[in-house]
Structures are given as structure tokens and as C-alpha cells.
């Protein structure tokens, strides 16, 4: 270390004792009443420790945490430090190791948590604080930034704050008068104030729900401006609420970066409705994929303004993988210009028709199947696409013959025969259906084709391949979407 970087390290270790000294010489004058509302961030009174951690370069900042442990030794002063940008972490790590850090926190702590992620330590408090403070120094690192606090957390028994430059360019006299001052101001309005009696206003709970994101990844209306130094830095602006709708009862809302979000308590309904959604959207010629319920976040929203101000997620969610695939080595920069941008109506429009569809169960379901059967088929599972399509299939078939029948006027005793598969199965359906011309000759060939392929994947083990996949794919699109057609009119959706 340089004998400039000893002094300085010196100097701030005295300067900082000296805080501690001048702050408890004003502290004792004050009431009780008024000692009750010094800041955590400004309180140095017993017992005390103060441990810094700072960063020379490529920007000067301090981590300064302050404690009140009683089993450690008070006005102990620990500066680590200072380090370059590179060495940091490294460093921070080795710390963390010490018994300081390394030991458990108090049952009773806000921060304790003991599941089964076991006992939380100290360390494990002050990296989750670093890691934020780090990524807004990243984002700062361009910027013009004042020396002086930037901002603080509270921290197990005290505060931990982040300082541009170095505390010691603060004016340690002025930061203990400020800190006084405000503790009588606030003690003074409790004296002053009268004891009113104010009827308790009901405020109105969150709605819940779930949700989850548009995939591939979409913006709604347009891409989000950034400056030059917002994309140098990484950032990604906060998505903004652009529209909220009614689904049959149930509040839908939509975020800039194609979240929809789902105001039910019922998991399982909020994932019908969305990939009802998803399905629709899909039909309609946009390039859209199911959700599982991996892929679903938690969310609570404000039940004034409608927006969704809470997302839990899992972060090894099916959607953030194949993102990743995607874009390998990419920053979210790339994530963030590599995004179909969808007009606010077209979104409008998949809700409004997939509110009538799902109160039809069976088309309903096919859409579901189908969206689903794509899904797998984009993923080269196509073995697996194939056998959920296959499902849509056989209920057209289905559907076929029992309309014959009808035709016919087939009933009683005969119908019950006609309609038992262990009697009369695929082969035979087709082949009648064909026959009546219920069935056109192109479409009992390939039928017929992809029976056997159908038959050999699960009797023989053998395989789909991705052309097979494809032409049931392409079978079972113009299946539902001429059964849609019957509830509701297809209209072609532009970009």
C-alpha cells in the first residue's frame, strides 16, 4: 500500500472516531423522548462499530456500515481497504469469511431467515445490499455524480450506506448537527401536535394473481427509448402499465414489455386464460408459445392504479433459458432491440376473442393442445408436438362421424355400435367418411400417412420427424381455426 493511501486510511480511521466522540457529546444533552428519533443512519451512540469498505478506482466510493453489536467492541473502526475496481469482490469474499460476518443472525432479526435455505448470516445481508449498490454505481459510472451520500439500507442493528468519494470529504461536524437538529425537530412536533383522534380509513388490499410474459420476447407499441449512457450501462427502463381490460369478470393487465398479468387468486384459471390468449395470437399469425406453469410469477396489483407493482418469478423459469439460448452471449441490450413490437389493439384484440372461446370448452382445449403442440414443435420435440396434435385430430375425426350419423338419422342400438371404438375404430371411421365424401381423397391420404407414423412412434418406438410434425401442425391449424370461425369471425391481424 502507498504511504499517500496509509495517511489517508489513517486519517479517516481518526476522523471517524472523532465522529463517534463529538456525536455522544451532543447526544447526552438530549431527552428521552428525543434520542428516540435519531436516525439510524446517523446514530453512533453505545455501543458502536463502523467498518468501511472502499473503492479507489476506476470511481471513489465507500461502503460505510454501522452496527451496534454488543458482543463486539465498541468505537471499533475497521477500513478495508482501498481497493481497485478488479480486486473488490475478491476481497469482499475473504472478508465475508471472518467470524464477524460469518456468524448468524438474531432469531429476532427482521432479516433472519431459516427454511430450508438454512440459518442467514451477516454476510449474506450485506452481499445482497453491495450487489444494488455496485449495480448503481455501474449505471452512475457515466454520469456526473456529487460527492456525498447516494443512499442507504437498513442493516441487522444499524445502517449500511454508500458514500461518492470519501466520508472524510463530508463535514463530519455538520453531519452530527443535522442528525441532532432533526431529532429535537421530530420530538418537537410530537409535543406540539394534538392528540387527535382520526378514524381509521380502510384501505384497499392488492388484488393478486398471476402472470407471465409474452414469448418470444415482445414490446408493446414501441421499443423504449434509452440515452447513450442508459445503454452503455446496461439499463433497461422500468415497463410502464399501457392498457387494462375486463376477461368475463376477471381485471387483465398489460405491461409495455408484454406482461399480462392476471387479477385471479386461481392459478390454474390464470393459466387457461393466458395461453386462451397466447393461442389466439398465435392462430392470428404472430409468433407466440405457451406458458407452463414454471413460467408463471406471482403478482400482486394496486387496486387503484392498476398497475402491477410486484412480480415473483422463478429465475429458472423455462422463458429466461430459452432466452438465453437465444442470445448466448448477449447483454440485455441485445434482449432489448431483439423484440417483435406489437400494437396495444392486436393484444386488445386476442383478449376480446379469447373471452368468448373460452366459454367454450372443447374449442377452447384444442386451442390450448394446438398452442401447445407448436410449442414443442419449435422446441424439436417433435415426437412430443405430434401426440398432442394427434389429440386434436382424432376429435375432428370424431366429430365427422357422429355428424354423419346425424345425417343418417342413425340411433338406438346401432349408434351404440357405430360408436364404440372396440368395434369400430379409426380405420373403419375413415374409410366410411371417405367413401361418403365426408372425407376428400387428399385429406384420407395423408390422414391415413400420418397413422402410421402415429402407430409406429407407439407400438414401435420409432421417432417423428420434424416434416411429419410439421404437416399435422399445419393440419390441426386449419382444424381450429375453422371451429373458431363458427363463434367467432378470424380476421387477419397485422403486425
Not at 427509448?225 to 376477461?247: G, H, M, N, V
Amino acid at each position: 500500500m502507498k504511504k499517500e493511501q496509509i495517511y489517508k486510511k489513517e486519517k479517516l480511521k481518526e476522523s471517524l472516531l472523532q465522529l463517534i466522540k463529538n456525536f455522544r457529546e451532543e447526544y447526552k444533552k438530549l431527552d428521552k423522548l428525543e434520542k428516540t428519533h435519531i436516525h439510524n443512519a446517523r446514530d453512533y451512540s453505545s455501543p458502536c462499530q463502523i467498518e468501511i469498505f472502499w473503492l479507489i478506482e476506476p470511481l471513489e466510493y465507500q461502503f460505510v456500515v454501522i452496527t451496534h453489536t454488543i458482543d463486539r467492541k465498541d468505537m471499533e473502526i475497521i477500513i478495508n481497504g482501498p481497493y481497485e475496481g478488479y480486486e473488490l469482490l475478491e476481497k469482499v469474499e475473504e472478508i465475508m469469511q471472518e467470524d464477524r460476518w460469518n456468524k448468524p443472525m438474531p432469531e429476532d432479526s427482521h432479516y433472519y431467515i431459516k427454511k430450508r435455505f438454512g440459518t442467514t448470516k451477516y454476510s449474506d445481508v450485506f452481499i445482497s445490499i453491495i450487489c444494488i449498490y455496485l449495480g448503481s454505481i455501474k449505471y452512475r459510472l457515466f454520469s456526473k455524480i456529487e460527492k456525498g451520500y447516494q443512499g442507504g439500507m437498513h442493516f441487522p442493528t444499524g445502517w449500511c450506506s454508500y458514500i461518492a468519494g470519501s466520508i472524510i470529504d463530508i463535514d463530519l461536524h455538520k453531519l452530527v448537527e443535522d442528525s441532532i437538529n432533526e431529532a429535537k425537530s421530530r420530538a418537537k412536533k410530537i409535543r406540539e401536535k394534538p392528540q387527535e383522534v382520526h378514524p381509521k380509513i380502510q384501505e384497499m388490499p392488492d388484488l393478486s394473481g398471476y402472470g407471465t410474459y409474452y414469448y418470444p420476447p415482445i414490446w408493446v407499441n414501441k421499443v423504449p427509448e434509452r440515452t447513450l449512457r442508459q445503454i452503455i450501462s446496461d439499463y433497461t427502463p422500468p415497463p410502464a402499465k399501457i392498457f387494462d381490460t375486463s376477461f368475463n369478470g376477471i381485471k387483465i393487465v398489460v405491461d409495455s414489455d408484454g406482461f399480462i398479468g392476471i387479477a385471479t387468486e386461481n392459478k390454474e384459471q390464470a393459466i387457461r386464460i393466458l395461453n386462451t390468449i397466447f393461442g389466439f395470437t398465435y392462430i392470428s399469425g404472430i409468433d407466440c408459445i405457451s406458458a407452463n406453469e414454471s413460467e408463471i410469477a406471482k403478482i400482486e396489483i394496486d387496486p387503484k392504479s392498476l398497475e402491477i407493482h410486484s412480480k415473483l418469478m422463478k429465475s429458472s423459469s423455462l422463458q429466461k433459458q430459452r432466452w438465453d439460448l437465444v442470445v448466448p452471449f448477449g447483454p440485455s441490450t441485445v434482449n432489448y432491440y431483439h423484440r417483435e413490437i406489437i400494437n396495444e389493439e392486436v393484444i386488445k384484440e386476442s383478449i376480446k376473442k379469447s373471452e368468448k372461446i373460452i366459454k367454450h370448452d372443447d374449442i377452447a382445449h384444442q386451442l390450448i393442445f394446438l398452442l401447445a403442440g407448436y410449442t414443442h414443435h419449435v422446441s424439436s420435440e417433435y415426437s412430443q408436438s405430434f401426440i398432442i396434435n394427434w389429440i386434436i385430430l382424432e376429435k375432428y375425426l370424431s366429430t365427422l362421424w357422429k355428424n354423419l350419423l346425424e345425417e343418417k338419422t342413425i340411433t338406438g342400438k346401432r349408434k351404440d355400435k357405430l360408436t364404440d371404438t372396440m368395434s369400430w375404430g379409426t380405420n373403419y371411421i375413415l374409410e366410411t367418411l371417405n367413401i361418403s365424401g365426408n372425407l376428400e381423397k387428399d385429406n384420407y391420404d395423408l390422414i391415413i400417412d400420418l397413422k402410421k407414423k402415429r402407430n409406429d412412434f407407439v407400438h414401435k418406438g420409432k421417432l417423428i420427424d420434424q416434416s411429419d410434425s410439421e404437416k399435422l401442425l399445419k393440419t390441426c391449424n386449419d382444424i381450429v381455426k375453422n371451429n373458431l370461425s363458427k363463434i367467432i369471425e378470424i380476421a387477419n391481424v397485422s403486425k
